[in-house]
């Protein structure tokens, strides 16, 4: 069965440029499943909170971690939420300051969220966010004893309500400054990884294994 599109809401409607929106919802996991971090917001004691954290999604739930004593994290339990995931992928250069961009891509998520309590559901949940992280770094790990499960909040934010915004392309200069003469055109960026780096007291004779090797490719492809 095919996702339900995204539903346009008061809050999700795409007013500034509303031909970089999208509606379907698979780009709203393709943006989701590319990203490592997020920034979580949350209204705590009558004042605004961000937070940037890791994430994973299964299905229609994206799910966010931390300290089971963090404050922030915890009021956001039955409240309402935001959550944000950005990609930068160009910087635009226009020949005037005025037209200058960034080519992107961005999901802004609304909703209530609630903490989960499930053990079964913040496994889960947590498999997924050290997924996201690492592809294949799960199955490689000794497992969380019943002390860490309880040292870490889980939240979980059901993906209802969501606007997706994408910008591609090159500069979009009025047509009276296409003759001067300034340099336009996009400079890429994108997210490269380093040489791993072994721990200074890792046991001798274990190699570096394929997920962390094949890390960057294996991002490249789900971004």
């Not at 346009?8 to 393709?30: G, P």
């Not at 559901?121 to 050290?130: G, I, K, N, S």
């Not at 997924?131 to 059901?158: N, S, Y």
């Amino acid at each position: 069965m095919n996702a339900l599109p995204l539903s346009v809401t008061e809050r999700t409607q795409v007013r500034r440029h509303s031909e970089r929106a999208r509606t379907d919802r698979a780009e709203l996991y393709d943006v989701l499943d590319a990203g490592m971090i997020c920034h979580f917001a949350v209204v705590r004691d009558g004042s605004p909170m961000v937070l940037p954290t890791a994430y994973g999604r299964i299905g229609d739930t994206l799910y966010l971690h931390g300290s089971s004593a963090n404050r922030t994290l915890l009021a956001a339990d039955g409240q309402q939420v935001s959550v944000a995931v950005t990609h930068l992928d160009g910087l635009v250069c226009a020949r005037a300051a005025f037209s200058h961009s960034v080519n992107y891509r961005s999901a802004v998520m609304f909703g209530i969220a609630t903490l989960v309590r499930d053990d079964a559901e913040r496994l889960a949940a947590l498999r997924a966010v050290t997924q996201q992280l690492i592809p294949g770094r799960w199955e490689a790990l000794r497992k969380p004893t019943r002390k860490e499960l309880a040292a870490t909040a889980v939240l979980a934010l059901p993906l209802a309500e969501a606007s997706v915004k994408i910008r591609t392309g090159p500069p979009a200069d009025d047509p009276d400054d296409l003759d001067a003469g300034v340099w336009a055109g996009v400079v890429p960026i994108a997210v490269t990884f380093g040489e791993p780096e072994p721990d200074a007291v890792l046991r001798p004779g274990i190699a570096v294994p394929d997920h962390i090797t094949g890390l960057g490719a294996r991002r490249r492809r789900s971004s």
